[in-house]
């Protein structure tokens, strides 16, 4: 059974940091590309970050110098640091397989607040 759980967010204010982290099961986790998505309140998933299987990675404009994606094939977890945060980045972030996804997993809430 394929299964994606998200871990690791919460409330920190701006300028802060956390890391988000993804354990898949379920699949050749080594063979899939991973991705980071977020959707904020009253707007559609958008990409974040996304990762190959050889680690070549792609980010948004919107978060490029600020977050960095990797993964770690032998735990099955992808990862997403997450630096110099903004109020605009609070949204619930999902991870997925890219590009072929799976089942969504239940997301983890950041929140980027005073």
């Known amino acids: 059974q394929v299964q994606l759980v998200e871990s690791g967010g919460g409330l920190v204010q701006p300028g802060g940091s956390l890391r988000l982290s993804c354990a898949a099961s379920?699949?050749?986790?080594?063979?899939?590309?991973m991705a980071w998505y977020r959707e904020a309140p009253g707007k559609l998933r958008e990409l974040v970050a996304r990762i190959t299987s050889a680690g070549v990675t792609v980010y948004a404009d919107s978060v490029k110098g600020r977050f960095t994606i990797s993964r770690d094939n032998a735990k099955k977890t992808a990862y997403l640091q997450m630096n110099s945060l903004k109020p605009e980045d609070t949204a619930v972030y999902y991870c997925?397989?890219?590009?072929?996804?799976?089942?969504w997993g239940q997301g983890t809430q950041v929140t980027v607040s005073l």
């Open positions: 379920g699949i050749i986790f080594s063979f899939n590309g």
């Open positions: 997925n397989a890219y590009p072929n996804g799976l089942q």
